[in-house]
């Protein structure tokens, strides 16, 4: 199962990301996650995206596939993938379709004054890297390790304005590409990452579910196969 996280900055995609992988244990795939582990290495590269984040532009496509290709090239070909904000554009998601079969997007949906009033308030804990808000924790405590909550030196009110004009100038037309190919979900992630939550479970769970009869569709099909090489092998085929 593939599955593709849209929406804009501090939409919640972090953190449904988080629930949806930890319940259907599938490989989360981050762009942000994985451009900030080039940054970390000290290189040229990273040295470049470092730039180009803190200013609230976007990261190059050719930057971009350098790092996605190399994890997804990684990744064994029947694994479950989470992607987690990508692609951002038309081009990038042509490539992907290039890389692996896409089931199912879900577009968390949330108005411009929400992102910008929950950006304002995000908290990351230094340790573990986890994502939550002023509006749920008391203190500079991480819920999760204990570690210090910090909020990012991008997470102003210029750079967040900046990064949603350029969400909805590159990323929105997506929506009109993923329902064409009738893959779109929409969710109302306005509300509480539980209430996102329930509602991106009603989708997943549907393609689970197709996904599972297909693997018993093609275990039949072998069985049968093996079957008729072999008269005298008994199968239940319900087990």
Known sequence: MKIILLGAPNSGKGTLAGNIKEKYNLIQVSTGDLLRAEVATGSELGKHIHEVQ????MVEFETVMDVMNKFVASVPEDKGLLFDGFPRDLKQAEALNNMTKIDAVLLLDVEPDEILRR???RLTCSSCKAVTNKEYVTGNVCPKCGGELITRADDNE??????IKTYFDSTYPLIEYYEKLGLLHKID???TPQYTMEQAVVP???FASMHKFRAYRNNTVKTNAQIANCPNLIVNAFI
């Open 54 to 57: 803190m200013s609230g532009g």
């Open 204 to 206: 997943i769970t549907l």
């Open 119 to 121: 950006a304002l308030g």
């Open 189 to 191: 992630a306005g509300h």
């Open 158 to 163: 210029e750079t967040v304005r900046k990064r």
